[in-house]
């Protein structure tokens, strides 16, 4: 608001002053000239009536000539005066209409709308930093779960898509810079709804900076960042910042997994799908021979290093090694779309390729020429636009590494099912055999679509019924817990993969686990089961019937007909 009256004052002080000039003038005119009374007599026009008349005198709706007609000196500077104040009024209202077409006066009356639109806010929402491609499909995500968002990005253009797309939920969105205080402060940072600060810009220093504003100016939310740079995600890490999302590192990792343990990486790619999501097959890379990689940068080095550790055989294809430094073995100059520098390379008996430079008609062509070269090889793309789906599906690589998925995807678990990541945590010290008997359950869950994946926390909020159950004194187990509140003879599709109680962690609990209040449960499986067991934690008839068998009659009308059977 102090920016609004700051510009209105500034671009209006020469048209009021003007303004006011002119106005004296004409005052001070009409009280200095000489008039005559009804009887002849001379007078001089006091102040007050000098500007009663001038401030009708300039709106053009007729006027007289008072107290008494006016003499001739004084009609010819009221003619004078009339013309001066028209023009300095033509220039005080077009200054006016210049300032309403001004683009910061504009931009800080839609800052100032924004704003109060934040403010009334009633429900939690997340600051969505950053509406590239990772925003938007982070966005889509959450409005899809019934999460809130509020946008904020330094381009309008962005800032308009966002109002075209079709969203479960409104989205307010701001163009504005994120690096400063003032814009997340407008966003909503401080404000008590806001649940956490999501930093996705395609710059490493601009989510630094939200994230240092974020955790200064709010520190009891939380800072999800994304980072491309090892330092840059140690100075985060250094200032407390929750989740630090490297996509290349986080692909490296998934790369090394799904050589080491396929069903693990299986596992993660199921629970990290939305329950509309087709079931993915397994993935299996080559765990012996030679590896070629095309690109050296980011990604190349993060693939490269997990390759290395895996103790296969790597040669890095880069075209500009002095720019993005040299491999410790084989390294061949050139950028890999030639089929020279492929041989080179020794693609012909290579197991497994890796296009990872930065350019995705480059990747398309590395491909292509090393198939022909040799058809047997296990393809990994790096994706770097995503309007490019069409072609790069076309090409059939064995696993796509598209940043801004990966790092929505993890967010995504991260805002939404806080306990499914740690559940992978935990997981990845699992062996693979453990993962391929999770599996195997839920394929039988599940036919083609993926498991959903849902918390259940005992509070006397969320799961009154059991809440109360517990408070009694009596014990409920969990096996008695998953089952069909329609038939208590068959249990609900899921399976419990995790459960919270005093800060330590259990996997896959069993039946007999006796529920306790303020437990925290992470359970998969069908949407059906999540929506029925909803239905026992809340409805006490319901879980009287799991437990005993008896349905009691609800509501009035029914109790009464069987207290009448009854008797």
């Not at 069993?510 to 303020?518: A, F, P, R, T, Y």
């Amino acid at each position: 608001m102090n920016n609004i009256i700051f510009l209105i004052f500034r671009r209006m002080r020469a048209p009021l002053l003007t303004l006011v000039l002119a106005y004296s003038v004409a005052v001070l005119g009409l009280v200095l000239i000489p008039g005559r009374d009804g009887d002849g007599n001379v007078y001089y026009m006091d102040f007050l009536h000098a500007f009663y008349f001038v401030s009708y005198m300039s709106s053009t709706i007729g006027f007289g000539e008072l107290p008494y007609p006016f003499t001739a000196a004084q009609r010819l500077w009221v003619t004078l005066s009339i013309f001066f104040t028209v023009v300095v009024w033509l220039y005080s209202i077009g200054t006016v209409l210049a300032l309403l077409k001004d683009e910061t006066f504009q931009k800080a009356l839609t800052e100032r709308r924004f704003a109060r639109k934040i403010s009334r806010l009633r429900e939690p929402f997340y600051l969505v930093s950053g509406y590239g491609q990772t925003g938007e499909a982070l966005v889509k995500a959450l409005t899809d779960r019934s999460q809130h968002a509020v946008v904020i990005d330094i381009l309008q253009e962005r800032v308009n898509l966002l109002k075209l797309e079709n969203l479960r939920e409104y989205v307010p969105g701001l163009c504005a810079d994120a690096r400063l205080p003032e814009h997340l402060l407008e966003a909503g940072l401080k404000h008590p709804l806001c649940e956490g600060v999501v930093a996705l810009t395609n710059s490493n220093e601009t989510n630094l900076k939200i994230a240092i504003t974020a955790k200064l100016l709010h520190p009891d939310i939380e800072v999800i960042c994304r980072a491309d740079s090892h330092d840059i995600e140690k100075n985060m890490a250094s200032f407390g910042t929750d989740y630090i999302i490297d996509p290349f590192d986080a692909f490296a990792l998934y790369l090394a997994t799904a050589i080491q343990a396929p069903c693990l990486s299986l596992m993660q790619d199921w629970l990290s799908l939305g329950f509309n999501d087709l079931l993915s097959d397994p993935i299996h890379p080559p765990k012996k021979g030679l590896w070629v990689i095309c690109g050296y940068g980011r990604f190349g080095k993060a693939v490269y290093d997990k390759l290395v550790k895996e103790d296969l055989e790597v040669v890095v294809i880069e075209a500009e090694p002095s720019q993005t430094g040299t491999p410790q073995t084989q390294l061949v100059v050139g950028r890999g779309t030639e089929a020279d520098t492929l041989m080179e390379a020794s693609i012909e008996r290579a197991v497994g390729l890796v296009a990872g430079t930065d350019n995705d008609a480059n990747n398309l062509s590395i491909i292509m020429t090393a198939r022909e070269l040799n058809p047997d090889l296990f393809v990994i793309l790096r994706q770097n636009r995503k309007y490019n789906d069409p072609v790069i599906h076309a090409v059939g690589a064995d696993m796509v590494m598209l940043p801004s998925e990966i790092i929505a995807n993890r967010i995504r678990v991260l805002l939404g099912v806080p306990m499914q990541h740690q559940f992978v945590k935990l997981a990845m010290h699992q062996d693979d055999e453990w993962a391929c008997q999770l599996i195997s359950r839920i394929s039988a869950l599940v036919t083609e679509h993926a498991p959903d994946v849902w918390e259940v926390a005992f509070t006397e909020q969320d799961t009154h019924a059991v809440c109360q159950y517990v408070r009694e004194g009596r014990n409920l187990t969990l096996g008695e817990l998953t089952t069909d509140p329609r038939d208590r003879t068959s249990p609900l599709p899921c399976i419990p993969l995790m459960f919270l109680r005093h800060n330590d962690y259990t996997l896959l609990p069993g039946e007999d686990l006796v529920v306790q209040k303020d437990d925290h449960f992470l359970f998969c499986g069908r949407v059906s089961a999540k929506h029925r067991m909803e239905w026992t934690l809340q409805n006490e008839n319901a879980l009287n019937y799991i437990l005993t068998g008896e349905t009691r009659p609800q509501g009035w009308i029914w109790r009464r007909l069987q207290k009448r059977e009854v008797t």
